[in-house]
C-alpha cells in the first residue's frame, strides 16, 4: 500500500512537472515576442543573481523539514513535527530576511560592477522581498512532501507560475514600451506577486493539516530540534550554493565574452539569450516524460540495494539505459532533423530552430546524465553526483574565459557539449562501476540512431511537397512527429532492439499502481 501511494505522488508531481514545462516554455515564447532575444538574454542575467539568492534561502531548509517531519510521524511524535516546521520557519525567515536585505542594498554595486548592466539593478530590488516568502513556501513545501500530499506541492508550484503570468500580462503592455529595464520589471513583479500568493495558499493549505495533529498524543522531549535542523540543513545549503554561485559566475561570463568576441553588447545579450533562455528550455522540455518511468524505478532500486541485491540493481540499471537511449536518441533525431519547423512553430522564428538542431546532439547524453544522477542517490552515491557537477562547473568556467572571446556564440556551444559529454562520462562510469553494468552500443545506441534517421531523411526528402501540402506549421510538424515515431517504433522492433518483452516489463511497472 505504501509503495502505491508512493507511485502515485511520483507520477502525480511528474505530471505536474510536465504541465509545469508547457506552461514554462509557453510563458517564453510570450516574454520573447514582447521583449525581443535580448530582453531574455537581460533577464537571464538577472536571474543568475536571483537564483543563487533564492538556492541560499530555499535548498537547504526544504529538504530539513522532510527529514525531521518524516521521522516525528514515524515515531507518531506529533508536536516534534509541528514544532520542526514552525523552527525551520523561523530560521527560514531569518536567513532569507539577511539574504533579501543584502540583496536589496547591494542592487546598485551589483549591477554595475558585477553585471556590468545598470538596467538589471530596479529588477533585482524588486525580486528581494520574495525572498522571505520563498523561504516560507520551502518550509511548506517540505512538509507536504514528508506526509506525501504530493499534489498540494504541485497545484501549489502551478498556481504560482499561473499568477506569475497574469501579472506580467497585466503590467507587460505599460512597462514595455519605456525600455527593456522596465519590461524586466515586468517579469519579476510577476515572480515576486506570484511568491507573496504561492505562500499565502501553502499556509492556508498548511492551517488545515494542523487540525489533523491537534489532539494528537506526543512522545518524547523536545530538545536539539535547532541543532539537528542546522545539520540537514547547513551541509545541504553549502554545497548547494556552491554548485549556484559556479554556475552563476559562468552566466556572469558569458555576455562579456561574447563581447570580446567582437559582437555588440545588444547582439551578446541576443545571442546568449535565444540560446540560455529560449532554446534550452525546448531542449530540455522532453526529458520530463522520463521523470516518471525513473522515479518509479527508485523505491525498486533502493529496496534492492538495502538488501544488498546486485544482481537486480545490474538488471534494473540495465533497463533504465535501454529506455533512456531509446527515447532520447529518437528527441535528438527529431531536432535534427525538424528543427527549423520547431523553432517557426514555438517562437514563430527560424533562429533559434538552428540552434536547436546544432545542439540536438547532446540530448541523449544530458537525459542520460540527469537519470543516471537519480540512480547514484538512490544507491547512495550522493557524493560522487556533487563532486562531479562541481569539476563540471569549474571546467565550465574555464572554457567560458578561454573559447567566447575567440569563438564567441560557437564557444558557447562548445561548452555545452564539452560539459554534457564529462559529467555524463564521470557519472555514467561511476554507475557502471558500482552496478557492474556494460554498455550495449550497437542495441542500446546504434540502432536506434539508424531507426530515427531512415524517417527523417525521408521526410527530408520531401520536404518541399509536403509544405505545399501542410503549410500550416503546426500540422506539418504533427505529421512528422506521428509518422517519425511510427516509423521509428517499426523498426526498433524489426531490429529487435525493442521486444514484446521489454513492452511486458514496462506494463508490469505501471501495473505496480493498481496492487
Known amino acids: 500500500m505504501r509503495k502505491r501511494a508512493f507511485l502515485i505522488n511520483s507520477l502525480m508531481l511528474t505530471s505536474a512537472v510536465l504541465l509545469s514545462r508547457v506552461i514554462g516554455i509557453s510563458f517564453r515564447v510570450y516574454m520573447s515576442n514582447k521583449i525581443g532575444a535580448e530582453g531574455i538574454g537581460l533577464y537571464q542575467l538577472i536571474c543568475t543573481i536571483f537564483l543563487f539568492a533564492s538556492t541560499f534561502v530555499t535548498s537547504g531548509v526544504s529538504l530539513a ?27 527560514g525567515l531569518f536567513f532569507s530576511l539577511l539574504m533579501g536585505g543584502a540583496l536589496l542594498f547591494s542592487a546598485d554595486y551589483i549591477g554595475n560592477q558585477v553585471l556590468k548592466d545598470p538596467r538589471t539593478i530596479l529588477s533585482l530590488k524588486i525580486l528581494a522581498p520574495s525572498l522571505p516568502f520563498m523561504a516560507v513556501s520551502a518550509c511548506f513545501r517540505g512538509y507536504f512532501f514528508a506526509v506525501r500530499q504530493v499534489i498540494k506541492t504541485a497545484s501549489e508550484q502551478l498556481l504560482e507560475q499561473i ?13 514595455a514600451p519605456m525600455s527593456l529595464e522596465y519590461a524586466c520589471c515586468a517579469i519579476v513583479l510577476g515572480t515576486t506577486g506570484a511568491e507573496i500568493f504561492s505562500c499565502l495558499y501553502s499556509f492556508l493549505l498548511y492551517w488545515g493539516e494542523l487540525g489533523k495533529l491537534r489532539g494528537k498524543a506526543s512522545k518524547g522531549r523536545i530538545s536539539g530540534g535547532i541543532k539537528k535542523l542546522l545539520s540537514i540543513c547547513l551541509p545541504v545549503t553549502a554545497s548547494s550554493c556552491l554548485r549556484s554561485g559556479l554556475s552563476m559566475t559562468e552566466n556572469i561570463l558569458i555576455p562579456p565574452g561574447l563581447k570580446r568576441n567582437g559582437a555588440s553588447y545588444e547582439g551578446s545579450l541576443a545571442g546568449y539569450g535565444m540560446i540560455t533562455g529560449m532554446v534550452m528550455p525546448v531542449i530540455t522540455f522532453p526529458s520530463a516524460f522520463l521523470s516518471s518511468f525513473s522515479m518509479l524505478l527508485i523505491p525498486e532500486l533502493s529496496e534492492a540495494n538495502a538488501a544488498n541485491h546486485k544482481k537486480n540493481i545490474h538488471y534494473i540499471a540495465g533497463r533504465v539505459f535501454q529506455i533512456t537511449f531509446l527515447f532520447s536518441i529518437f528527441i535528438c533525431g527529431f531536432f535534427v532533423f525538424f528543427a527549423k519547423d520547431l523553432g517557426l512553430l514555438i517562437y514563430h522564428d527560424s533562429a533559434p530552430g538552428i540552434y536547436l538542431s546544432v545542439l540536438a546532439p547532446v540530448i541523449p547524453l544530458m537525459y542520460l546524465d540527469s537519470v543516471v544522477d537519480g540512480m547514484l542517490k538512490g544507491l547512495n552515491e550522493q557524493l ?18 578561454f ?3 575567440l569563438m564567441g556564440l560557437n564557444g ?9 559529454i564529462l559529467n555524463s562520462t564521470l557519472s555514467i562510469a561511476r554507475l557502471m562501476k558500482v552496478t557492474q553494468l556494460k554498455m550495449r552500443f550497437f542495441t542500446w545506441i546504434l540502432k536506434p540512431a539508424l531507426a530515427v534517421v531512415f524517417p527523417g531523411l525521408l521526410l527530408i526528402g520531401f520536404s518541399s511537397i509536403l509544405s505545399k501540402l501542410l503549410p500550416d506549421v503546426l500540422f506539418r510538424v504533427l505529421f512528422e512527429l506521428i509518422f517519425t515515431v511510427g516509423i521509428y517504433l517499426l523498426l526498433l522492433f524489426a531490429m529487435k532492439s525493442l521486444t514484446k518483452d521489454d513492452i511486458r516489463w514496462l506494463k508490469s511497472i505501471f501495473r505496480q499502481m493498481k496492487q
Request: without cysteine; positive net charge.
Open 384 to 401: 560522487s553526483y556533487l563532486s562531479y557537477n562541481i569539476i563540471d562547473s569549474v571546467m565550465r568556467v574555464g572554457l567560458i574565459l
Open 403 to 405: 573559447l567566447l572571446p
Open 65 to 91: 523539514v522532510t527529514r525531521l517531519v518524516t521521522e516525528a510521524l514515524a515515531r507518531k511524535e506529533y508536536q516534534k513535527a509541528k514544532t520542526a516546521v514552525r523552527r525551520a520557519l523561523i530560521l
Open 163 to 175: 499568477a506569475e503570468i497574469v501579472i506580467f500580462a497585466l503590467v507587460v503592455n505599460f512597462l
Open 412 to 420: 558557447l556551444i562548445v561548452v555545452i557539449f564539452a560539459s554534457e
